[in-house]
T-cell receptor, first 114, second 115 residues
Framework: KAGVTQTPRYLIKTRGQQVTLSCSPI?????VSWYQQTPGQGLQFLFE?????QRNKGNFPGRFSGRQFSNSRSEMNVSTLELGDSALYLC????WGQGGDEQFFGPGTRLTVL | QQQVKQSPQSLIVQKGGISIINCAYE??????FPWYQQFPGKGPALLIA?????SEKKEGRFTISFNKSAKQFSLHIMDSQPGDSATYFC??????????????FGKGTKLSVKP
């Protein structure tokens, strides 16, 4: 069974640009969550999608957005990039996204903002 | 409070020793407590998880101890091996079985096991 895949793995952007990251969940998984990982703040929850609907959202500005498609694949977008957005962005999928469901993480997309 | 506090930040253990990582939480609505292991360049992988209706769960060399009254839980790695060298994260999630699926993570512990 293929794991969670994320593309691209590495990305370099400049301030003010926007970026789109992609996540393909494990086959059959309907919930996709996104997390930001930085050395200072650790792993922080961005948002969760289930059946194409954002079901839960973390404490991030509106520049961070996402969507989910009918095949459960998900994208997240960051507009007007800031230096502080440099981070590893992780996607995790689970069957139903319920508390207690095991979340399987992808390898992440390393975003560097110059 | 939606926080999980993890300690220590880093840990060095000799091969064969016991590694102990501690976490504390405040929100009594948390009722699912997983531990994740992350190697460099990889995403976190679930190691072991516990619910508050049990005080201990063991899987191989890994044991979670849970103290509901103190709102603390810990990971014990017995017979630590160099291959266990990684960053470990505790996490908590509310509403087991409910619709809340996001995890709240501790800041992580970098474990180094010396041969």
């Amino acid at each position: 069974k293929a794991g969670v895949t994320q593309t691209p793995r590495y990305l370099i952007k400049t301030r003010g640009q926007q970026v789109t990251l992609s996540c393909s969940p494990i086959s059959g998984h309907r919930s996709v969550s996104w997390y930001q990982q930085t050395p200072g703040q650790g792993l922080q929850f961005l948002f969760e999608y289930f059946s194409e609907t954002q079901r839960n959202k973390g404490n991030f500005p509106g520049r961070f957005s996402g969507r989910q498609f009918s095949n459960s694949r998900s994208e997240m977008n960051v507009s007007t990039l800031e230096l502080g957005d440099s981070a590893l962005y992780l996607c995790a999928s689970s069957l139903w996204g319920q508390g207690g469901d095991e979340q399987f993480f992808g390898p992440g997309t390393r975003l560097t903002v110059l | 409070q939606q926080q999980v506090k993890q300690s220590p930040q880093s840990l060095i253990v000799q091969k064969g020793g016991i590694s102990i990582i501690n976490c504390a939480y405040e929100n009594t609505a948390f009722d699912y407590f997983p531990w994740y292991q992350q190697f460099p360049g990889k995403g976190p992988a679930l190691l072991i998880a516990i619910r508050p209706d049990v005080s201990e769960k063991k899987e191989g060399r890994f044991t979670i101890s849970f103290n509901k009254s103190a709102k603390q839980f810990s990971l014990h790695i017995m017979d630590s091996q160099p291959g266990d060298s990684a960053t470990y994260f505790c996490a908590a999630s509310p509403y087991y079985g409910g619709s809340q699926g996001n995890l709240i993570f501790g800041k992580g512990t970098k474990l180094s096991v010396k041969p």
